[in-house]
């Protein structure tokens, strides 16, 4: 009987012992951190080389993995990464960032970037950084001239004045002013390169700040060369930009040719942050197979190009400000005047 009392002794300091072990092994066992509120951000330079900064951030995540979309990886501690992506021309990367935790728990969100990559061999062919000031360039710019209603119902009188269009300060300014002239209330300006410059294909982009005020019609433009031989739509029209004072930071990009003409134009809208306080890029990619319309290297529209369209022939440009009429809509009783400023246009090619 003392024996199998001793044995029992044994057995039960035993079990305690190893209770005990057990309980000391969970103790120090490390508990799963769950990394949480993943957050990417993602800059795209505007020069077309490619780069881009990409801000991750995420609470107790000490490691982020980016992909980017192309095949190629990158693991950062501090979340930040530069990147630069080489493939020519305009394309959408769909990144994915993962966030790990110091005890392998991870996290991920994605995010899309368009990217444009100049060509190695693509140059600037013709440009206007309006850095003289005074006149705009007349090599490279002439005047339309007159009201009338420009076919739209507009209410102003272009001008060739210098207080309707001039260059200061490394800016274009095309100033719409409210004032009586020739049976019109207002004047404005109306920019074009017809007859002193004209391109097929390539691809735009111009720098702008637009108007503000109700009732301006800002407008970055095309027509067809041939315009005085094949009457308009036939000539085909690339509006790169427009904008509605009505409804600011609302882009346009529309194309006009045979069966679309007025209201029935192809194209879509955009809208965009502070587009009269801020400079943004209004660009066009145009090749053969595509026309393809951007702010900011963002696309918004794209239009499958072929060989029936008036879009495989020369092109010049126009950069006006209209008042009122069927797009502009109802004037400000109190405008006085407002102004879009242009501070480059370059055609690559």
């Known amino acids: ?33 769950l990394p949480a509120n993943l957050v990417v951000y993602a800059n795209v330079t505007n020069d077309s080389t490619g780069n881009v900064t990409f801000n991750a951030s995420a609470d107790n995540a000490v490691s982020y993995k980016y992909y980017f979309g192309n095949g190629d990886s990158a693991v950062v501690a501090s979340g930040n990464a530069n990147y ?9 990367y769909t990144v994915t960032v993962i966030a790990t935790s110091s005890t ?8 899309q970037v368009n990217v444009t990559v100049r060509n190695g061999s693509e140059k600037v062919v013709w440009s206007d950084e309006f850095n003289t000031d005074g006149a705009p360039d007349s090599s490279k710019w002439g005047y339309d001239l007159g009201g009338g209603g420009w076919g739209n119902s507009e209410l102003e009188y272009y001008t060739n004045s210098s207080s309707n269009a001039s260059v200061q300060n490394g800016y274009l300014k095309i100033t719409a002013i409210k004032q009586s002239f020739n049976g019109s209330a207002y004047t404005s ?7 002193k410059f004209k391109t097929t294909y390539g691809r735009v982009e111009v720098r702008a700040k637009l108007p503000s005020a109700l009732g301006t019609w800002p407008a970055i433009w095309m027509l067809g060369s041939n315009i005085d031989v094949v009457p308009w739509p036939g000539c085909g029209e690339i509006d790169i930009m427009e904008q509605k004072g009505n409804e600011l930071n609302k882009i346009y990009g529309t194309l ?14 955009t809208t965009i942050a502070n587009s009269s306080t801020d400079f943004h890029v209004y660009s066009l990619d145009w090749s053969p197979s595509t026309l393809k319309l951007y702010v900011d290297k963002q696309l918004f529209f794209s239009f499958a190009n072929n060989g029936t369209t008036p879009f495989n022939k020369d092109f010049f440009f126009i ?27 370059r055609v690559y090619k």
Do not use: W
Request: net charge positive; proline share 3%.
């Open 189 to 195: 300006a109306r920019l074009l390169t017809k007859n």
């Open 84 to 92: 630069q992506y080489t493939t020519a021309g305009a394309n959408l």
């Open 104 to 111: 392998g728990q991870a996290i991920q969100k994605t995010v």
């Open 1 to 33: 009987m003392k024996i199998l009392n001793s044995n029992l002794m044994i057995l039960l300091v035993s079990i305690l012992l190893l209770i005990g072990g057990c309980k000391k092994d969970d103790a120090t066992s490390t508990a799963p951190i």
């Open 256 to 269: 006009h040719y045979p069966g679309h003409s007025g209201g029935g134009g192809v194209g879509t809208t």
């Open 319 to 345: 950069l006006n400000l209209a008042m009122g009429g069927t797009f502009g809509g109802t004037v400000d009783p109190n405008f006085t005047s407002d102004a879009m400023l242009v501070d480059y246009i």
